[in-house]
């Protein structure tokens, strides 16, 4: 992964605000500006982002993946057993070494949106001021690069595949779980095939029946399957560290009248976004445009969500496709495109599809059927 840019960018930010040193904690924003990026952060790590050298502080248990994988210039370790304990044990501490470095008063850049208000105080308590710089990363994150783009696409096709094979299972008396399993079985294989040593993350749901699928964020669970069912079947693969997504509202047997009026219109709210978007338009226009069609069909009261957001590292980033955000869209940015309906006592529809802006328009890397002829098993 090639951070230098990213790191001259986030230094000329830094010199713009007379920040001396960045501390960042955010395991999305650690793995875009060094490569490394943990399974679990129960031990803190923090990233220290100096004028001429970008730091890491790790726990013991991490210091080996720490030196494999990280693009940083020094490695510090703290430790939690006695044999170590004379390095230092706070996970505090190797910050506060760097820190002592720079004069009290001088101002330390800190990702606040993430950053525990322990660290915070720890870094004022020292009397230096903290700025926030959660936006400035953010922003820099907006637009991918060619090689970020190829490693979504690729995500692209195996969510498709995903989707594709879990879907060839779903039928009355299968449990969501074991539908999920079938996709993952297939994205496992073909990961194993296609990318040798590649890492692979993903996220994988299938709500059903109508009390379930107005719940948008749900585990799958061990309910069966039953005729008449609407399912949200929704995916997200993340190859190398980078992901994308693609979710599809399916239903067993015949829908009511009312059901199916908001499965059209979920439908057509996401063609008409997706039609819509491109660079030059605002994420704002977008969300209306598909917001009015919802409202016409009579379902905006029940139309809750932003009807699109940010993918790349993390599985929700910015920049959101909501209805408070002016933002100018721009080549390379990548979104979902998911208008929801959510209406108790009739259930949830949502499909979602991952884009690429483009210079000329938008390229689709999702591709799974979406009229209900094709969506009623």
């Keep these: 992964m090639k951070v230098d840019k990213r790191l001259d960018e986030l230094r000329n930010y830094m010199d713009s605000k007379k920040i001396d040193l960045s501390i960042i904690t955010n395991p999305d924003n650690q793995f875009y500006l060094s490569g490394f990026k943990a399974l679990t952060y129960s031990r803190p790590i923090t990233l220290m982002l100096e004028k001429q050298e970008i730091k890491l502080s790790v726990p013991a248990l991490e210091e080996i993946h720490a030196k494999e994988e990280s693009n940083v210039d020094e490695i510090f370790v703290y430790y939690e057993h006695p044999e170590g304990a004379h390095k230092g044990t706070h996970p505090y501490h190797h910050v506060g070494k760097t820190l002592s470095k720079y004069k009290p008063g001088s101002k330390v850049g800190v990702d606040k949106a993430h950053t525990a208000s322990q660290l915070v105080d720890y870094i004022e308590n020292l009397n230096f001021e903290v700025i926030d710089i959660s936006k400035k990363i953010a922003e820099m994150r907006y637009i991918k690069d060619k090689a970020e783009l190829q490693l979504i696409e690729k995500a692209g096709e195996l969510v498709n595949l995903g989707v594709s094979e879990s879907l060839k299972v779903c ?11 079938k996709g993952n079985t297939a994205i496992f294989k073909e990961t194993a095939k296609r990318y040798p040593k590649a890492t692979l993350d993903f996220m994988v749901m299938s709500p059903s029946g109508v009390e379930r699928t107005v719940m948008p964020h ?131 529809f949502r499909h979602s599809d991952t884009v690429i802006l483009t210079k000329d328009g938008r390229k689709l890397i999702t591709e799974y059927p979406r009229e209900m002829e094709q969506l009623n098993f």
Excluded at 171 to 181: F, Q, S, V
Excluded at 312 to 330: A, K, T, V, Y
């Design 171 to 181: 039928k009355e008396g299968i449990t969501e779980m074991e539908m999920d399993a």
């Design 218 to 348: 749900v585990f799958s669970n061990t309910r069966k399957l039953k005729k008449g069912d609407i399912i949200i079947h929704s995916r997200q693969v993340a190859l190398n560290g980078y992901r994308a997504e693609l979710e599809r509202t399916v239903v067993l047997g015949e829908l009511t009248d009312n059901q199916k009026k908001a499965f059209d219109a979920a439908i057509e709210a996401q063609q008409v976004a997706i039609d819509f978007i491109k660079p030059g338009t605002t994420a704002a226009e977008v969300d209306e445009v598909a917001r009015r069609l919802l409202k016409q069909k009579g379902f905006g009261d029940y139309a809750i969500n932003r009807m699109g957001h940010g993918i790349g590292i993390s599985l929700h980033e910015e920049p959101s496709l909501r209805f408070d955000n002016d933002l100018m869209l721009q080549e390379g940015m990548v979104f979902t495109i998911e208008p929801g309906i959510y209406i108790p006592g009739v259930g949830g």
